[in-house]
């Protein structure tokens, strides 16, 4: 018997989730009903939970790729900036150096005008362009020269020296020191058809031939320490080109100067007020100006006193002089203004004779050493001017060598020319010589005196330019 009220429900299919589903009564199709709606929600709600987690997930980490990839892009460009500002310095400074070495460039050693020049001169008169000695030297007299008369006429066409070194002694008033020195060219012209080099120490300060004479009429320059301490590179520039006026009004187209030597030693009395200072880069800087000031007056200036003077303490005028520098601090320190001077095209640069034992392993003078000659200044350092040695006459080389020996030394070291020998004749003698009986190639003589004549060309063209006439030779 049947319950009233209750009967079977034939129930209909649904699709719940993509599936069919067949409700057996009404109870279990309303429950079914109340829990899908809850099942849906649920899905939706943890659907939009991933989804934010997901955007949370994604946003965290183009942030931290974004800053990493600012923070790299900073730093990359930063320090780009720093690299190309420093390349951008050293470029200009190449630059700088490029277009300095151009205007002194001069003529070329190896062109067929100094080939031409060459061919025409025989052994005697090479050897003896090598040569720059005092007036007195030259004409064998003890007695002051204070003219280019018969006598000096006389020597020279006997031995046609490369230049004259005039002495304040020689130096008496404007006007016989241009005489002199016309009359000088006036006889190198006739002789060898090429101008004479003179030369003169003219530092400033303590050491000037010129302007230390009241009756020249020029004003003392400072000492070289002073103008330094300044740290100004336009008094150096003005200082120059001072001297460098007078020198060239009165006739002389080289200066021994500017002092390069870098102070290391405080006692070092003979440079210490000669130098520039004991920064190696102010050094470099000063000489540079002063050296501008000077060759825009068509002087000449030498570097001295290669490789570095102001380690030591003793006086290489009086006897042998030692430099104790590591390779190291002479790389650092006294190089640095020679290195300068090399790579701006510099004509003249002196060497001392200092000794370097632990640069060389020996005590042998810098003039006289090829190790410092060709080695260093040649080889490692590229230098392609005129290499002149210090005074012969010093104690630190007629002390330890004969005037000959000292100029054949100091040839096959590769010095192109030979200061003031203690007895030029013997020197001149013992050379021509040791070429005559192969102890010294000519072809080693023919390259020193390629790079005289190529000087002497660019001085005829000054002269020639600013229509120089020589007067008449004093007799």
Same mark, same amino acid.
């Given at each position: 018997?049947?319950?009233? @009220? %209750?009967?079977?429900?034939? =129930? =209909?299919?649904?699709?719940v989730?993509g599936?069919?589903m067949q409700?057996?009564?009404?109870?279990?199709?309303?429950?079914?009903?109340s829990?899908?709606?809850?099942? &849906?929600?649920?899905a939706i709600?943890v659907?939009?939970?991933?989804?934010?987690l997901?955007?949370?997930? /994604?946003f965290?980490?183009?942030s931290?790729? &974004?800053?990493?990839?600012f923070?790299?892009?900073?730093?990359n460009?930063?320090s780009?900036?720093t690299v190309?500002?420093? $390349?951008?310095?050293?470029?200009?400074?190449a630059?700088? +150096?490029?277009?300095? +070495?151009?205007?002194?460039? @001069?003529i070329?050693?190896?062109?067929?005008?100094?080939?031409n020049?060459?061919?025409?001169?025989s052994? *005697?008169d090479?050897?003896?362009?090598m040569? !720059?000695?005092?007036?007195? *030297?030259?004409?064998?007299?003890?007695?002051?020269?204070?003219?280019?008369?018969?006598?000096?006429?006389?020597?020279?066409?006997?031995? #046609?020296?490369g230049?004259?070194?005039?002495?304040?002694?020689?130096?008496?008033?404007?006007?016989?020191?241009?005489q /002199?020195?016309?009359?000088?060219?006036?006889i190198?012209?006739?002789?060898?058809?090429?101008?004479?080099?003179?030369?003169?120490d003219?530092?400033?300060?303590?050491?000037a031939?010129?302007?230390s004479?009241?009756?020249?009429?020029?004003?003392?320059?400072?000492? /070289?320490?002073d103008i330094?301490?300044?740290?100004?590179?336009?008094?150096?520039?003005?200082?120059g080109?001072?001297?460098g006026?007078?020198?060239?009004?009165?006739?002389?187209?080289?200066?021994?100067?500017?002092v390069?030597?870098?102070i %290391?030693?405080? $006692?070092?009395?003979l440079?210490?007020?000669?130098?520039?200072?004991?920064?190696?880069?102010?050094?470099?800087?000063?000489?540079d100006a002063f050296?501008?000031?000077l060759q *825009?007056?068509?002087?000449f200036?030498t570097?001295?006193?290669?490789?570095?003077?102001?380690?030591?303490?003793? $006086?290489?005028?009086k006897?042998?002089?030692?430099?104790?520098?590591?390779?190291?601090?002479? &790389?650092?320190?006294?190089?640095v #203004?020679?290195?300068?001077?090399?790579d701006?095209?510099?004509?003249?640069?002196?060497?001392?004779?200092?000794?370097y034992p632990?640069i060389? @392993?020996?005590?042998?003078?810098?003039?006289?050493?090829e190790?410092?000659? %060709? @080695?260093?200044?040649?080889?490692?350092?590229?230098?392609?001017?005129?290499?002149?040695?210090?005074?012969?006459g010093?104690?630190?080389i007629?002390?330890?060598?004969? #005037?000959?020996?000292?100029a054949?030394?100091g040839?096959?070291?590769?010095?192109?020319?030979?200061?003031?020998?203690?007895?030029?004749?013997?020197?001149?003698?013992?050379v021509?010589?040791?070429?005559r009986?192969g $102890?010294?190639?000519?072809s080693? !003589?023919? *390259?020193?005196?390629k &790079?005289?004549?190529?000087?002497?060309?660019?001085?005829?063209?000054q002269l020639k330019?600013q229509?120089?006439?020589?007067? +008449? !030779?004093?007799?």
């Amino acid at each position: 018997m049947r319950k009233q @009220g %209750t009967r079977k429900l034939q =129930s =209909s299919p649904h699709y719940v989730d993509g599936r069919t589903m067949q409700y057996r009564n009404a109870q279990h199709h309303n429950q079914i009903a109340s829990v899908a709606p809850s099942r &849906r929600f649920a899905a939706i709600l943890v659907a939009i939970i991933a989804i934010a987690l997901l955007a949370i997930s /994604m946003f965290a980490a183009v942030s931290v790729m &974004r800053s990493h990839f600012f923070n790299v892009s900073s730093k990359n460009y930063v320090s780009k900036k720093t690299v190309n500002s420093a $390349d951008v310095a050293k470029k200009l400074e190449a630059l700088k +150096k490029a277009r300095k +070495k151009q205007a002194r460039q @001069g003529i070329d050693p190896n062109s067929i005008a100094v080939k031409n020049v060459l061919s025409k001169m025989s052994l *005697e008169d090479k050897v003896a362009q090598m040569f !720059i000695v005092k007036p007195e *030297e030259l004409a064998g007299t003890y007695g002051t020269v204070v003219s280019s008369g018969s006598q000096m006429q006389q020597s020279f066409n006997s031995i #046609p020296v490369g230049g004259i070194m005039y002495s304040r002694e020689n130096i008496q008033n404007p006007n016989q020191t241009q005489q /002199m020195i016309s009359g000088l060219q006036s006889i190198s012209e006739s002789r060898v058809s090429l101008p004479s080099l003179v030369a003169v120490d003219e530092e400033g300060g303590t050491v000037a031939r010129v302007s230390s004479n009241p009756q020249m009429g020029v004003k003392s320059s400072p000492n /070289m320490k002073d103008i330094g301490a300044t740290k100004k590179t336009r008094k150096a520039y003005k200082t120059g080109a001072y001297i460098g006026n007078y020198l060239s009004n009165l006739g002389f187209n080289v200066d021994f100067a500017p002092v390069a030597d870098v102070i %290391t030693n405080p $006692d070092n009395k003979l440079m210490i007020k000669r130098s520039f200072g004991s920064n190696a880069s102010l050094v470099a800087n000063m000489t540079d100006a002063f050296t501008d000031g000077l060759q *825009e007056n068509h002087v000449f200036a030498t570097y001295k006193h290669f490789p570095g003077h102001g380690s030591t303490f003793e $006086d290489s005028h009086k006897g042998a002089t030692v430099s104790n520098q590591s390779p190291v601090a002479l &790389r650092k320190i006294d190089l640095v #203004p020679f290195k300068d001077a090399i790579d701006t095209g510099v004509k003249f640069i002196m060497v001392s004779h200092v000794s370097y034992p632990k640069i060389t @392993g020996d005590d042998i003078p810098a003039s006289m050493s090829e190790k410092i000659v %060709t @080695g260093l200044a040649r080889k490692k350092l590229g230098y392609k001017g005129i290499l002149i040695s210090d005074s012969l006459g010093m104690g630190a080389i007629s002390l330890r060598y004969s #005037p000959g020996v000292a100029a054949i030394t100091g040839i096959k070291a590769g010095i192109d020319i030979l200061l003031s020998p203690a007895n030029l004749r013997q020197a001149y003698y013992s050379v021509v010589n040791a070429v005559r009986q192969g $102890d010294i190639p000519e072809s080693r !003589i023919d *390259e020193s005196v390629k &790079r005289i004549i190529a000087v002497k060309l660019q001085i005829a063209q000054q002269l020639k330019s600013q229509n120089v006439k020589d007067p +008449k !030779i004093t007799k």
